[in-house]
């Protein structure tokens, strides 16, 4: 199982990203995707998590309204669309993938069973 993100860079405050993570080796259609971040110093954070058909969302406080979590099932995929970004949303971002018929309220990394290699996002002032 390979998890595989990608799309982070530098951005000035204010700015949007688009992060994506495709996975390769296992079917996502019943398994919940989330993604964390993990500052320099600082311990992971979730961010955000969707339910294996996309239905259902769910996100930290400090990113609701500025981040949207999706997938294509179709495509093995998942994205992260992060606007209005902030000097604090700077870390490194990583995509995990839940057992299989998880809870989409999955707030912890022990919650998940795979991760991917994580993408840099940092933020200008």
């Known amino acids: 199982v390979q998890l595989q993100a990608s799309g982070g860079g530098l951005v000035q405050a204010g700015g949007s990203l688009r992060l994506s993570c495709v996975v390769s080796g296992l079917t996502l259609r019943n398994r919940v995707m989330g993604w964390f971040r993990q500052a320099p110093g600082k311990e992971h954070e979730f961010v955000a998590s969707i339910s294996g058909s996309g239905g259902s969302t769910y996100y930290t406080d400090s990113v609701k309204g500025r981040f949207t979590i999706s997938r294509d099932n179709g495509k093995n995929t998942v994205y992260l669309q992060m606007n209005s970004l902030k000097p604090e949303d700077t870390a490194v971002y990583y995509c995990?993938?839940?057992?299989?018929?998880?809870?989409?309220?999955?707030?912890?990394?022990?919650?998940?069973?795979?991760w991917g290699q994580g993408t840099l996002v940092t933020v200008s002032s």
């Open positions: 995990a993938t839940s057992p299989p018929f998880s809870t989409v309220i999955r707030t912890t990394k022990r919650g998940y069973e795979y």
